[in-house]
T-cell receptor, first 113, second 115 residues
């Protein structure tokens, strides 16, 4: 049973609009959450993270929101650009240690010019 | 500054063959990791090395062995490959294990097919 779920395998958005990528988790022990971005034929790269003591974290065009009661987080990209087209992985950790990180299956984002 | 490099990029094996996937990092990181990624699933940790001289099992270690050859290099060995090991393998490194303070960097991956 997947502990980190990304129920939308793919998403298409027009350039300039907002992209919203969703992630749900089942384990209430998770206390740190990360988003990674992956281009084809490359490894994932770290994008943004959030601690469970916060409900929002921003970094430029990227904002992550955390709703602990719903066990849900989302990544907002505003405005979306064609270069944002990639697979986005949500990941969750307990004990804030990399050997305790669980990855979701990813959502493929296409930003249409 | 190459970051994390992996060899080979692609490999096809027959069932029962053995091979070693190589990984090296030039960022003076202490911690290194091997993951596999299968369709419809997230990355799963196979083995990791918190520091030179140590290795530990991750979520899916069966069928694999690892060697932390030195601080730079961390290899993954399949002794007797099985079709279930067909996957994309990623190596990663970080200064330490702490998610909050240590960014993890990934290599480009090795696509392995076992027939």
């Amino acid at each position: 049973d997947q502990q980190v779920k990304q129920n939308s395998p793919s998403l298409s958005v027009q350039e300039g609009r907002i992209s919203i990528l969703n992630c749900d988790y089942t384990n209430s022990m998770f206390d740190y959450f990360l988003w990674y971005k992956k281009y084809p034929a490359e490894g994932p790269t770290f994008l943004i993270s959030i601690s469970s003591i916060k409900d929002k974290n921003e970094d430029g065009r990227f904002t992550v929101f955390l709703n602990k009661s719903a066990k849900h987080l989302s990544l907002h990209i505003v405005p979306s650009q064609p270069g944002d087209s990639a697979v986005y992985f949500c990941a969750a950790s307990w004990e804030t240690s990399y050997d305790k990180v669980i990855f979701g299956p990813g959502t493929s984002l296409s930003v249409i010019p | 500054n190459a970051g994390v490099t992996q060899t080979p990029k692609f490999q096809v094996l027959k069932t029962g063959q053995s091979m070693t996937l190589q990984c090296a990092q030039d960022m003076n990181h202490n911690s290194m990791y091997w993951y596999r990624q299968d369709p419809g699933m997230g990355l799963r940790l196979i083995y990791y090395s918190a520091s030179e001289g140590t290795t530990d099992k991750g979520e899916v270690p069966n069928g694999y062995n690892v060697s932390r050859l030195n601080k730079r290099e961390f290899s993954l060995r399949l002794e007797s490959a099985a079709p279930s090991q067909t996957s994309v393998y990623f190596c990663a490194s970080s200064f330490g294990l702490a998610v909050v303070t240590d960014t993890q960097y990934f290599g480009p991956g090795t696509r392995l097919t076992v027939l």
